[in-house]
């Protein structure tokens, strides 16, 4: 491992390290790890995290990022490719054990489209996808263990796809353009709960659904807005 690797992570790893801070130390990283392999394993095999890994980079592919990256070991990744502008891609991603992925793809607004994100255990998925402008489906997104999905899909109003299952806590979707089977998707997937939850998605999306399909919703406890 190189000195200057090993510098990074030792002032990477401080708690009181501010964001303006890490960013300024990701982008050197960026100059010395090229590939972002090899020593970016043992990076973040020491940090313990994906926080910040990717911020304002010029990475366009996930996948290639991801593919020889060994991350068993992370249980965070906020923010990781916050405002990622030439991000294009989002494949099929093992996520099953992060916790938070609050703000991992924020303003990522190149992104049409996303795989099966295995977030079987992440509770936090707020602002998930927040401002990724041109996304248009995503093929699976594992709930079962969230609890804060607010404002997930803030602006995204181009979304006409969205593979949610395991659905239990209050989800907004702010775009008219959703299919009708992505509509009764939704719906089957909502968990019966005990406390009220809404789901909104528009009077537009609402005008798709028959009075029976939304009746699957109400009886589950949950009002559709």
């Known amino acids: 491992m190189s000195e200057l690797l090993k510098e990074l992570i030792t002032y990477y790893t401080k708690e009181e390290i501010q964001e303006q801070t890490l960013c300024e130390l990701i982008h050197k990283l960026h100059e010395i790890i090229p590939n972002m392999t090899g020593n970016l394993q043992d990076f973040i095999n020491v940090k313990g995290d994906l926080d910040y890994l990717f911020y304002r980079s010029s990475a366009t592919c996930v ?32 996520l099953s054990g992060i916790t938070s992925a609050e703000s991992m793809f924020n303003g990522c607004a190149a992104i049409t ?65 959703l299919t009708h089977d992505c509509l009764v998707g939704l719906i089957d997937e909502l968990v019966d709960v ?22 699957v919703a109400t009886a589950k406890n949950w009002t559709l807005a």
């Open 63 to 94: 996948d290639t990022i991801f593919e020889d990256l060994d991350t068993s070991n992370c249980d965070s990744a906020i923010s990781t490719f916050y405002q990622c502008s030439s991000l294009l891609t989002i494949g099929d991603l093992d």
């Open 113 to 177: 489209s996303v795989g099966t994100l295995n977030t079987e255990n992440c509770t936090v998925m707020k602002n998930m996808f927040y401002r990724c402008t041109n996304l248009e489906t995503i093929e699976g997104l594992d709930c079962t263990a969230a609890t804060n999905l607010t404002d997930i899909f803030n602006s995204c109003t181009k979304l006409t796809d969205v593979g949610l299952t395991n659905i239990k806590t209050n989800l907004t979707i702010p775009s008219d353009l």
């Open 194 to 215: 005990n406390e009220a939850r809404t789901l909104t998605v528009g009077a537009t999306n609402i005008a798709k659904l028959t009075d029976d399909e939304i009746a």
